[in-house]
């Protein structure tokens, strides 16, 4: 029988001319604490856990993190109580569009992209820092989505359960930013999850590398670019660089090619 919904497509289509930037680089913390929380991501007495956080792009932003690389995580840890290492463990990112993971109903992010593993990871009092073996291009628009999940083979009902630092994002009682399952690893689907309410999740810093816009230097390269009256564009090379800007147009020139000589 026909549905009862309409299904949504979204297209973004984002500007072909954008103003060049430069380079830039730095750490930056995300959240302001309020709270503590243990169950997760940090449990060392579990056999396994797989958990997921999203980070909106507004906090983002706020907190100066800009689109580019990210480069590395840190999460704070108050109080240390695991005493072996958490076995088989890995960070994963991924865009997203969902501002909770928990609002009216769970959703959980596929897709992700393994940014960090380890066969035996230490936590530490303070900040964790896990530098990233593969850079996340955070395009600025899109939520961020981060996945923290281990595999300690065996569980250990005597070890215990770090104390991590969290914030509130702004959510009710029934917005959930953080969700996990306890006894399944990365390979493992979701089949129920736990969640805090009020939007509550981990502080973390994260490192942020933007790469400068880079200028065309080979000859020959070209582009076209249709052109209106007041329009003031950046023209862009079949390369991906800068090639001219044209600015104070009093009338409609239609397509412009431009070449580098």
């Known amino acids: 029988s026909e549905g009862t919904t309409t299904p949504t497509f979204t297209i973004t289509i984002p500007d072909n001319d954008l103003a060049p930037t430069g380079s830039s680089s730095g750490t930056f913390p995300v959240g302001v604490s309020s709270g503590a929380i243990n169950q997760t991501p940090f449990d060392a007495r579990l056999l396994s856990q797989r958990a997921q956080f999203v980070y909106r792009a507004n906090e983002?932003?706020?907190?100066?993190?800009?689109?580019?690389?990210?480069?590395?995580?840190?999460?704070?840890?108050?109080?240390?109580?695991?005493?072996?290492?958490?076995?088989?463990?890995?960070?994963?990112?991924?865009?997203?569009?969902?501002?909770?993971?928990?609002?009216?109903?769970?959703?959980?992010?596929?897709?992700?992209?393994?940014?960090?593993?380890?066969?035996?990871?230490p936590t530490v009092v303070g900040w964790n820092n896990f530098t990233l073996s593969t850079p996340f291009a955070w395009d600025g628009i899109n939520n961020l989505a981060i996945e923290f999940c281990f595999n300690n083979v065996t569980a250990d009902a005597g070890n215990g359960a770090d104390q991590v630092r969290t914030f509130l994002d702004?959510?009710?009682?029934?917005?959930?930013?953080?969700?996990?399952?306890?006894?399944?690893?990365?390979?493992?689907?979701?089949?129920?999850?736990?969640?805090?309410?009020?939007?509550?999740?981990?502080?973390?810093?994260?490192?942020?590398?933007?790469?400068?816009?880079s200028i065309e230097t080979i000859?020959?390269?070209?582009?076209?670019?249709?052109?209106?009256?007041?329009?003031s564009d950046y023209f862009y090379s079949n390369n991906n660089r800068l090639l001219m800007r044209l600015t104070g147009i009093n009338a409609p020139l239609g397509c412009v090619a431009t070449s580098l000589d």
């Not at 072996?84 to 596929?110: E, Q």
Request: hydrophobic content about 35%.
């Open 60 to 121: 983002l932003t706020a907190a100066g993190v800009n689109p580019g690389n990210i480069t590395s995580l840190q999460i704070f840890s108050q109080l240390k109580l695991s005493t072996r290492p958490f076995s088989n463990f890995s960070i994963k990112m991924a865009h997203t569009n969902l501002n909770y993971l928990v609002d009216g109903s769970a959703t959980v992010i596929g897709g992700m992209t393994t940014v960090y593993s380890s066969a035996s990871y």
């Open 219 to 231: 000859a020959g390269s070209n582009t076209s670019v249709h052109i209106e009256s007041g329009s």
């Open 170 to 213: 702004g959510g009710t009682a029934g917005q959930g930013s953080t969700v996990f399952q306890n006894g399944i690893n990365c390979a493992q689907a979701f089949s129920s999850i736990t969640f805090f309410g009020s939007g509550r999740k981990p502080i973390i810093q994260l490192g942020n590398v933007v790469v400068g816009t």
